[in-house]
């Protein structure tokens, strides 16, 4: 059995691509892997259809080590947290902390608009936006406006798009009976975790040792899934991040970070630096980034009334020269300047159509983007985003969870929130058919707890 995400061959031609990103000349480690008859395209997936020989594994092996030491240009996007604080412009004014209900209402909307989001998108989940569009229109559904659905759907069309297999039993409209188990929530839940255990003073090494009590080895792919592999190995963070991890940039951190917000309303900064503490298990520089800026948009979006403060708040902890913070400048400039959401996705794919599907730096474009043009409305933010393609159960459920607090539980719409039927599966310790009531009044009295500390 050959691992997903941790082969020597696969690594190093993701690694080839990250490393130029970087800025490294990678142009000798490419030319000696391409004369022994490696191939440079990186696979899309976890794993290649073909394995390498044993020499082409070892000799991926020594070309990541060769990699590793060359150096990294100075880039304006750091890694450090005091680094990044230095970069950090001010804030939006944001409103005082709600009264405990209003909370609690914001809270519970967040877990049910992350819920919603994330089973939105998680049928179509590696299906291209192309093919998502196919889909729909086949079965006179164009635009988007409910979970997707297998009735009605062509044969030739379900062939040549076929669901992702692992959520289609589960995440369909006609099967949907509750929230089923998806790992941006296991992470959303596993944040609430560590907070409960160390309110807002967990560390990195916190994080790494929930990760190994908590998370099976087999529910953590891509960046995670090597800073799991190095922590087994003896390793600490930020090594962990670092060592043979292509996927350091890539949007795992960014989904595991909305409730350091929730925990933090009003305080985005605060939630920010909670986000670089998780994320610097796994990730560096952008994939930092993303998560920070999650988490920021996630405390705002507790007492904000407008998605443009939510976003401002969200883009003031990211470095402004980081390719992040201008896909998502980018993303704002696109739904201001184009109406036809079509054609302002194709701007986006234009810039960023080139990096993987789960890379940070585009999949927060698109969920600044999906957030402005639905500009508080629930429905159209989540749809507009999933359409979009690329990362959609991930993308779905960050857009769904700021829309969702800015709506409030108590205003959003039964169709989304119904077949949700009040629980989720999941297989961390003691979450398993919890309610999303329990789960919100658990998040605002950290949040109320953690703000009487403060």
């Known amino acids: ?106 809270v519970h909307g967040a877990w049910l608009g992350r819920a919603a989001g994330c089973l939105l998108g998680k049928p179509v989940e590696k299906v291209p936006r192309h093919g998502i569009r196919e889909i729909l229109q086949s079965q006179q ?149 993303g998560a920070m800026f999650t988490a920021a948009m996630g405390s705002a979006a507790m007492v904000a009334t407008e998605v443009s403060t939510v976003i401002a708040a969200g883009l003031a902890v990211v470095p402004p020269q980081s390719r992040l913070a201008g896909a998502v400048r980018l993303a704002l400039e696109v739904a201001e300047e184009e109406p036809d959401t079509e054609r302002g996705l194709d701007r986006l794919y234009a810039a960023y159509g080139d990096l993987h599907w789960v890379h940070s730096v585009n999949n927060a474009a698109l969920v600044a983007y999906g957030l402005r043009v639905g500009d508080g409305d629930f429905t159209r933010s989540i749809c507009v985003t999933v359409t979009g393609g690329w990362d959609t159960d991930s993308n779905g459920a960050t857009v769904g969870g700021v829309a969702g607090a800015l709506t409030g539980a108590g205003m959003l719409p039964v169709r989304w929130t119904g077949p949700l039927r009040n629980r989720v599966a999941s297989s961390i310790r003691g979450f398993d058919r919890t309610g999303f009531d329990d789960l919100a009044r658990r998040t605002a009295a950290m949040a109320t707890n953690l703000a009487g500390r403060s």
């Open 141 to 289: 559904r164009w635009p988007l406006n409910g979970y997707f659905t297998a009735a009605g759907l062509p044969m030739g069309v379900a062939e040549r798009w076929p669901w992702n297999r692992a959520s289609r039993p589960t995440s369909l409209a006609e099967v949907i009976d509750g929230m089923p188990e998806d790992d941006d929530i296991n992470y959303t839940m596993l944040a609430l975790a560590l907070v409960g255990q160390h309110g807002s003073n967990f560390s990195t090494d916190d994080v790494a040792r929930l990760w190994l009590a908590e998370l099976p080895a087999s529910r953590v792919f891509t960046a995670e899934r090597v800073a799991y592999r190095n922590l087994l190995e003896g390793l600490e963070a930020p090594e962990t991040a670092t060592v043979c991890n292509p996927y350091r940039e890539w949007i795992g951190a960014q989904i595991r970070t909305d409730l350091y917000g929730w925990v933090r309303p009003g305080d985005p900064r605060w939630a920010a630096e909670l986000a670089w503490r998780d994320a610097r298990l796994s990730h560096t520089r952008n994939g930092i980034y």
């Open 1 to 106: 059995m050959r691992l997903t995400w941790v082969q020597p061959d696969d690594l190093l031609r993701h690694e080839l691509v990250q490393s130029a990103a970087e800025g490294k000349d990678v142009r000798a480690v490419a030319a000696a892997w391409a004369a022994a008859g490696g191939t440079l395209e990186p696979p899309s997936g976890g794993i290649s259809d073909c394995a390498a020989s044993r020499e082409l594994r070892h000799l991926a092996g020594s070309l990541l080590d060769q990699l590793a030491t060359l150096p990294v240009p100075q880039t304006g996007e750091p890694d450090g947290l005091e680094e990044i604080r230095r970069l950090w412009s001010e804030p939006p004014d944001l409103p005082v902390i709600p009264p405990e209900q209003d909370l609690f209402d914001r």
